[in-house]
T-cell receptor, first 117, second 111 residues
Framework: GAGVSQSPSNKVTEKGKDVELRCDPI?????LYWYRQSLGQGLEFLIY????????KSGLPSDRFSAERTGGSVSTLTIQRTQQEDSAVYLC???????????????FGPGTRLTVL | AQSVTQLGSHVSVSEGALVLLRCNYSSSVPPYLFWYVQYPNQGLQLLLKYTSAATLVKGINGFEAEFKKSETSFHLTKPSAHMSDAAEYFC?????????FGSGTRLLVRP
């Protein structure tokens, strides 16, 4: 695809409900990242996928958060029993990660704005 | 642990004036440093990155940054601000594949 896409662009939910956020990376990109942008915490890393496996889940804030990636492409971030503090913009990024270079550019999607009432 | 600090949450300049956005890093290993820009309701766009090839890095839209090891800095500059430069700017360091971001600086450009 032309770029990283995310859906929905906006999501309003009630406290306690589950939500799923979707990320479509750039075609052929093997690495995928989720970040969260909130007023209180700034931009913070959540999870990293290389292919379908997640070698780094260190940023997930609680066990209510989970993510999966299938077919080495689309990823879904799931938040169970949402809380008001989960309100944030969730950003997805992808990178080619050819050869494992740490200098790879991460290309970001437009984000999903989650509001928990 | 690696980190970056951005001085000034807001910077205001006049159109045509010099833009200087400050970023200092902390790293025990040679860092890989990035500047991203975020326009309202959009994702992050890479402006430039330092990968140890050259200390002066030129990016898109006329921006450049200089890596200074002695000052542990990677400040972003542009000689002449344009109204379209108004956005939020983030400095970041790569740490084990993930980006560690600064708190961001919002650039305001006055006509």
């Amino acid at each position: 695809g032309a770029g990283v896409s995310q859906s929905p662009s906006n999501k309003v939910t009630e406290k306690g409900k589950d939500v799923e956020l979707r990320c479509d990376p750039i075609s052929g990109h093997t690495a995928l990242y989720w970040y969260r942008q909130s007023l209180g915490q700034g931009l913070e890393f959540l999870i990293y996928f290389q292919g379908n496996s997640a070698p780094d889940k260190s940023g997930l804030p609680s066990d209510r958060f989970s993510a999966e990636r299938t077919g080495g492409s689309v990823s879904t971030l799931t938040i169970q029993r949402t809380q008001q503090e989960d309100s944030a913009v969730y950003l997805c990024a992808s990178t080619l990660r050819e050869g494992g270079a740490h200098t790879d550019t991460q290309y970001f999607g437009p984000g999903t704005r989650l509001t928990v009432l | 642990a690696q980190s970056v600090t951005q001085l000034g949450s807001h910077v205001s300049v006049s159109e045509g004036a010099l833009v200087l956005l400050r970023c200092n890093y902390s790293s025990s290993v040679p860092p890989y440093l990035f500047w991203y820009v975020q326009y309202p309701n959009q994702g992050l766009q890479l402006l430039l990155k330092y990968t140890s090839a050259a200390t002066l890095v030129k990016g898109i839209n006329g921006f450049e940054a200089e890596f200074k090891k002695s000052e542990t800095s990677f400040h972003l500059t542009k000689p002449s601000a344009h109204m379209s430069d108004a956005a939020e700017y983030f400095c970041a360091v790569m740490s084990s594949y993930k980006l560690i971001f600064g708190s961001g600086t919002r650039l305001l450009v006055r006509p």
